[in-house]
């Protein structure tokens, strides 16, 4: 939406700096009703923590989540922890802030990073570990996610994967859900997770990071979702998938490809169906036609850019515009992409719980 | 935003269907004293207009636009039209509705089209040359772009261009903003149009269309506008990009190709620059880190899929879910990508402005 | 909301000065499938329209609503006019606009109005006849009301009355809602009726103006519609009754009078009703507890300021803060409130429109 | 705004219940680089505290507030603990919780209360001490007014008063700003609050309780804050006064009793002013006009109802239906209105907060 909110009728409020006292979010608008531990988001949020493999940063962010408001376990409804329908706030402690020395990067700008761009907008800046800018916020989303998912009707699916590391893609007749939890890279393919581990493991060891492109997928979703014009469900999920840590691009379907193709090749021919509904004989749109839902997967892709933290020296400016040159030492991931699979399958659960409560808002239960 | 509204302190609200009475858009909230007029808003519609070549279509829309409030002429300022800080209402009448045949699209479900979405959404539709999920409803967007423009601080200058039509990019070492302007492609490589008035005619003359890769630049825009996580200016970029009728994929900067690169190659490297500021040795960035403007170029692409309607039959269904085998007929842009340039610096400029008055709202005027 | 809009999913954003070309406003979010014709509308704007007695302006303003996009006549649906959930634009041209002379309030601020506030704000105003601040507006507000008003559930009523004017309030005692159609006070005491007539007449006479009280209530509201803390349904219609033109109180059920009350008078008993629902044996508190709907008629009561164009010289400055003299000529209302009551109708419809569909939304349904 | 946020660039989002682990708010759209420390906001929140009197809940409520982002301290800025511009959350543990015996209010609807309401909402309720509808929400409202204090340009000074207990009014020639720190009730005039101190006595000592009238006055607030229509600064005035738990009524300036007066008494007048601005001669307006600051005084008003918790017997239902007679035991003011006076304070702060800043954002510094 704005600010550090997003979404509309099921929004998320994330607040949280890298090395502050705690992170987390306030979700608004969740319907009432719904059972949400803490343990359920905790099983997201293992899932995106780091040091759990060598290819993830070893900091320790044991990331416990608190949930300090908006459940209540009453007897009258078997004791089971349920939302109330009021804001539900999360909150997660920051432990691992080894804040000692940041002395170069509290005067210098770390290429790649938001330091600059921060100072120019607000000319102070919480220097520690990027502060606000830092990929920690992301776990506050994890976290909102886990309730977003059990907003959406039974049936939705959701799941991501990363589908490309450096110039390396996944081969799709290998793809297998399954695989994902499989390998340290959420990758789909095994034979290409195997290549990952040699290879980014040769890119660590230069103290280098690349990038990689992932891939979500939301099976499932009824038709309807979504709005024209700037409610569109693409446009929403386009702003959902940029506003995580890192992503330069984003598609949607077949998305760049399509620049490609005649118009033969890309609209997406139909068939009668059962249930009164068309089956679809191709999927090019990704499950989005007009900014609706069409019941097909929704199918989205982005592109994260290598960790700007490396040991190669880099060229910068101090903040009183001196020059100098800048190795951005401590824990970082090589790939940041990798952590960022379970945020995409957050940004999208919540994306859409938004669009469903929306949707029935307007349309009502039977749309 | 949400719903047909975009932006946050400077609002645009659109309406319109195709072939209703009228389409346009009120902008909320932007600054008084601005010299608006209906020329110069339509100076920019023109741009957009269709039938300007035989490569779009052929339907007469004359686009005038009327302003219906917000605007107004003083004597005590020399008679100047200026805002005033109210609502401006743009008004556009439809003329060239001709809604007798439509009893075709009124039943089935055109493959590639939003037909079946809207249905799905709304059980009714305006199914008259695609009602509200008609490309039509840009041209309010130019409009409102038109006046975005003026709100910006001077020096930003925004263009767009188109930079691929098909698999055919153009050759980025003969780029030259002022060819633009001179061929009906706004394609700023001459050699390269040339071989795309061929080429179009080709698959104009097959029934057919082609997909095609917009790029649109703001030089001069200063650092610090955009806000941390859901207020990123490249998640803004991104969804109003993507909301762009047959857009599939948004990137900034150097976007999906970051992927592929590694650390070094992807920082953008600093040195010491005048003025205090830092001068960047590179632009890998798109002119946007942690969400927020660096000072340099913003540099965004999309990609539009080829328009749906062709004249090869496709199969399709029925509203009442019958097989059916479709022909799109009618006057139809072979390449829906063209008329999206002028509509891609009104989006920018747009999401600009209203990131500029955020800023200063929260910063004030010297961020 | 904000700026000029209002409502969460049933948003009305209203543009258009008393003088200028065209008023109206965009309703977004409708639901689909609901009938509404200009006729429909008109019907509203025909009760709020100036000059159908000696006791409003006798400005004419035809008030002719067009429908400029969002409703579809189809013949599958039996050629009803039906909203298609896009936005629906109404647009209402000015006609009566002798802009003639405006050079006295040109150059000075007219007591009581916002010449003064508009001119510090925005630095220019379009000064003809109060510009944006002028009652003119609220005709678009008449407009969107009467859409809302088929938002809403069967069984809702929304009905307001006028029930103070100057310091004569009316005999609830005698209070029959049918008599708020037989006098041209919307009055529904007959015999303060005839009371009114004369002594507004006098204040007609002296060139001055009066107060009044206008009440509004809503019956039939399902329980539950309104949220906690600022979502509050007696929040928004503060907002919404405190947004009229002229209004400078507003209060819910027994309002200011339940400052002076003990805590036995106060609260509503209840005791077991039919259909499992409370039956409660008093009403103090206007239908909203902790800003939710309790199924109890919501009772909303607001005090409108005497209109301050009178033909009494007042002292005032001019822009140029010079003292002046000044008498406001023109045909006023001499109690504005009277034409408030429509108005009061469609905010209470709209507020309640827009929590309907958000109470949908979240709780969906069968909340 | 709309759930548990208000404010459009000021914004505050609130969270917590009566008996919940925790209870705060996140503010964002904080300018940056504003002082902030927990002392600052704890001495607000002192002010509102429980306990301190005989006068109010004896509930032993310590109300530490924690910040847990948003501000930075550095030692480029000399170490003062300074804003970021970034998401300020701010946590106040609950730690009085006794939440052993609410059987009674688990399975009843205490009239007056929300309870009834909640439960037609959302089908559970939180129901130890009242939940999301206690007032103990209030203290989110207190912290995050501490911060908007700060936001505001210097010269504003905002101050509330209890003006009414009862049917007993403050007399207004006894007026004294340093009077209402020196007295429990917060009152302005020392004869009347050394009646009050009687009068509550005897209302406690019954098992009663009583209303109040709160009024809140802005000095020093520059004209040109608010926008028209739905934007108007009274309207949003209006709107977070209502929010704010048991309040039943709203006016600004006059109020209510402008519905009384004539043209000539109500319009303030106006005479050449200093610094080029007029010097208005009364402030009727309660220095709000077409939604728009005057550069007078701010002066709003609301009542506050009587706490519904009383030890009289009073007949309600229970949740499935049955007839029961309820007294509500337990720690409660006999007069909530005294513990609204800080929280009219914030509520104020925080929409000229916001409102400074939307103005600035759309007019810039100097509008």
Redesign the interface.
Known sequence: ??????G??F?V?????SH?????C?V??????IPVTAADIQAELDRRKPGQSRFTTQRREPDQV?????V?S?D??GDRQ?T??????L?IENTDQRSKDYSEI?DS??????D???D???????YRGG???SAR?TAARVAAGAIARRVLPEGVTIRAALV????HAVDRSRWDWDEVANNPFFCPDATMAAFYETYLDG?RKDG??????IEVVADGVP??????????L??????????I?AV??????????????????????????NA???TF?AN???G????????QPIVCRF????????L?P????TRD???VNLVTRGRHDPCV?IRAVPVAEAMMACVLADHY???????????
Do not use: W
């Open positions: 939406m704005s600010h550090n909110t997003f509309h009728l929004r409020t994330t607040f949280g700096e502050g006292v705690a992170l987390g306030v608004d608008g969740c319907p009432p009703g608190r949930i300090l408001s908006g209540f009453d009258r409804t349920l109330t329908g009021t804001p539900i706030a909150e509290r700008y770390r290429p790649g990073h938001a600059y761009a921060y120019a907008k607000y000319g102070i800046r919480d502060g606000r800018s916020e490309q590391m450096g110039p890119i280098s990071s690349i990038g990689a492109v038709p309807g979702l979504g709005a024209p014009i700037y409610g569109k693409d446009a929403d999920l386009a702003a959902a998938m940029m506003s840590n330069k691009g984003v598609e949607i379907g077949d998305g760049f490809a399509s620049a490609a193709l005649r118009g033969e090749d890309n609209a997406d021919e139909m068939r009668s169906g009164g509904a068309p004989l090019h749109a990704g989005v036609l007009g900014g609706i839902s069409t019941g592109a994260v850019k290598p960790t700007s933290s490396i190669t880099r060229m910068s400016v515009n001196r020059d992409g409560l929306r949707h029935r808002g307007q349309v009502g239960e039977r749309g």
